[in-house]
């Protein structure tokens, strides 16, 4: 139905063998979840201190730096990505009638957590200059039934933020929710991503620019989200308020889940969000590398390089090219994956999908998402690219791109 990033990764473990058997040179994989400072030495301290389970010591240090970097009222580290999103749709109590907007190139957490809510999708197309939500179709989409709008800020690039609070200033009740899983550490003007919405989410999934295997953070930027938040998040009681002796005993109070990232994965996390500079630094280089290595070519061998308009600071969660169609981009893949570069595309429109129809309040058109969903290829991107690994990506770009330009 939907490919995910993740799964085209496992190659690493036919790499090893590769890597025994002594004969092909490495292939240069796609995605490599890299250990940059003192994780391990952080996960054995919170072994040792017995505190495994959330809420722990660790948590608290990854919230707080987290809060730090958005100026949030509060941020819970939860299990994923698609649980802090599950929470959002929990916090604003949809259900059956409410409909949420949810663009349509994008990972199924970001419409998924709303449906099972009980909530009807609407799905948005996207504008190609940031591949972000499209104001204009927006516009089109708001009416009464509507509680939320999700966005997302494609590769880490800030959606087209002006044009949609713009739209969104007409319909002060609906509420913005930002799915940042790309966006951590970049800023739309001097406005960081995650501080945005009412709600963002992040992810430290694997695939991410920050990881601990699996692991997410609901960012609270209302406090007045702050206290049911807190009880929604641990299995509906006020056992929060408890812990800071608000309330001299705890108990059921409302709806909720176990949300909470353990203690030894937070651990792990803190460890790679200190490295924060340095890991950002990389992969900001590694953009400018691709940048500086192909928007030359571009005209020549017809294909675009990602836009980062002016007045964003990226978050560098990949570099992403687009070629004039599906057929090229494909016989570019399969060429690049030839000469032993992971290069890959990404989503399938989630409006075409057989769960997005049947999420789907009504049928929308979203055209901008499947043309760039047919026509975008995404490059080898993590901490872990050599030199070496650079030059064979490039290279092997440019002769797929030549060997490819008059074949249709
Ligand atoms: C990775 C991703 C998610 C899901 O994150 P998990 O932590 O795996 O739940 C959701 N939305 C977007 C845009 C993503 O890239």
Not at 127 to 153: F, N, Q, S
Request: hydrophobic fraction near 40%.
């Amino acid at each position: 139905m939907v490919s995910r990033d993740e799964e085209e990764v496992p190659a690493m473990a036919q790499q090893q063998l590769a890597d025994d058997v002594g004969a092909e040179p490495r292939d240069v994989p796609f995605n490599v979840a890299s250990v940059v400072g003192r994780e391990l030495e952080h996960v054995q301290e919170a072994v040792a201190s017995g505190h495994l389970s959330s809420g722990g010591p660790f948590s608290q240090r990854t919230a707080q730096v987290l809060a730090a970097e958005t100026g949030a009222a509060d941020v819970l580290m939860t299990t994923s990505c698609t649980t802090a999103l599950e929470l959002s749709a929990m916090l604003m109590d949809l259900g059956p009638g409410d409909t949420v907007i949810v663009p349509s190139f994008t990972f199924t957490s970001s419409g998924l957590a709303f449906a099972r809510q009980g909530a009807g999708l609407l799905f948005c197309d996207i504008e190609p200059r940031t591949l972000g939500l499209d104001p204009a179709h927006l516009t089109t989409l708001l009416d009464e039934t509507v509680r939320a709008v999700v966005v997302v800020h494609y590769a880490g690039v800030a959606c087209d933020v002006e044009g949609i609070r713009e739209v969104m200033a007409e319909w002060p009740d609906v509420r913005l929710v930002e799915d940042n899983a790309h966006g951590l550490f970049g800023a739309w003007r001097d406005e960081p991503l995650g501080s945005l919405g009412r709600y963002a989410t992040l992810s430290f999934h694997e695939t991410k620019n920050f990881v601990c295997g699996e692991g997410g953070a609901l960012v609270l930027n209302d406090p007045d989200d702050v206290e049911r938040a807190r009880v929604l998040y641990d299995k509906g009681t006020n056992r929060h308020a408890f812990m800071l002796g608000q309330v001299d005993k705890y108990t059921w109070k409302d709806t909720g889940s176990s949300f909470g990232l353990s203690d030894v994965l937070a651990a792990y996390l803190l460890g790679q969000l200190e490295q924060r500079e340095v890991v950002q630094g990389r992969r900001r280089r590694l953009h400018e590398h691709y940048a500086a290595s192909l928007a030359p070519l571009a005209e020549e061998l017809q294909f675009e390089v990602m836009r980062v308009p002016e007045d964003r600071s990226p978050a560098h969660h990949m570099y992403y090219v687009l070629l004039p169609h599906r057929d090229r981009r494909n016989d570019v893949l399969e060429l690049m994956r030839k000469a032993g570069v992971q290069a890959t595309f990404h989503y399938q429109p989630l409006h075409a999908s057989v769960a997005g129809r049947e999420f789907a309040v009504r049928p929308t058109e979203c055209p901008v998402s499947q043309d760039v969903s047919d026509r975008l290829l995404r490059l080898p991107f993590h901490n872990e690219l050599s030199a070496a690994d650079l030059d064979r990506t490039v290279d092997a770009f440019v002769d797929a791109c030549t060997a490819t330009l008059w074949d249709r």
